[in-house]
């Protein structure tokens, strides 16, 4: 199974809402990852989560609030969203943190926020 | 990283071979070559990675000049599923949490 999933595949929230993407992998692997993708742009990376471990935060606001579970689920938290944050959120996951090895990615979350 | 540059589009005639250039000039001696792209609406799909030789497997070849300042990516026989935004990325590859830095891409189009 080389499968990342992702749920929703679309959500709508109002600003002052609370709400959760899911991100689950059953591929044994122990990085994982949550980009954000505006449209017409590149994936641009928030969090890496690194044997459970957040390790890498790229200065993202603290209304998103990433948590990893277990091994093999990863979620995202978001609360007072701004319409500004409408975008396709996408999870990935890889064998390992250390750059050799290829990250497998989901299909995403379109948020739109209003 | 090094930083790396693509043209923005290509069009390629469906059952043609697929040149994607890319250009790395300032690229170090420990940083791989990777390729990722992305079909319309869906997430990245890693293609191939390589940091001298030439490599292939069932989806694509990839040549790397001998200085390593630049590399194509060849789709042999382009389908029109082959539609999607190429992205070219310059990664060091070593211990610890790694970073996907994507650029603009190439966007190729196929055409019947």
């Known amino acids: 199974d080389t499968e990342v999933t992702q749920t929703p595949k679309h959500l709508v929230m109002g600003m002052t809402n609370k709400k959760s993407l899911k991100c689950e992998q059953h591929m044994g692997h122990r990085a994982m990852y949550w980009y954000k993708q505006k449209a017409k742009k590149p994936p641009e990376l928030m969090f890496v989560y690194s044997y459970e471990k957040l390790s890498i935060n790229e200065s993202v606001p603290s209304r998103f609030s990433p948590e990893c579970p277990n091994s093999s689920l990863l979620n995202l938290h978001l609360h007072a969203l701004q319409p500004e944050d409408s975008a396709l959120y996408l999870c990935a996951s890889s064998q390992d943190p250390g750059g050799f090895y290829e990250q497998y990615f989901g299909p995403g979350t379109r948020l739109t926020v209003t | 990283d090094a930083k790396t540059t693509q043209p923005p589009s290509m069009d390629c005639a469906e059952g043609r071979a697929a040149n994607l250039p890319c250009n790395h000039s300032?690229?170090?001696?420990?940083?791989?070559v990777y390729w990722y792209r992305q079909i319309h609406s869906q997430g990245p799909q890693y293609i191939i990675h390589g940091l001298k030789n030439n490599e292939t497997n069932e989806m694509a070849s990839l040549i790397i000049t001998e200085d390593r300042k630049s590399s194509t990516l060849i789709l042999p026989h382009a389908t029109l599923r082959d539609t999607a935004v190429y992205y070219c990325i310059a990664l060091y590859s070593g211990a610890g949490s790694y970073q996907l830095t994507f650029g603009k891409g190439t966007k190729l189009s196929v055409i019947p």
């Open positions: 300032t690229i170090s001696g420990n940083e791989y």
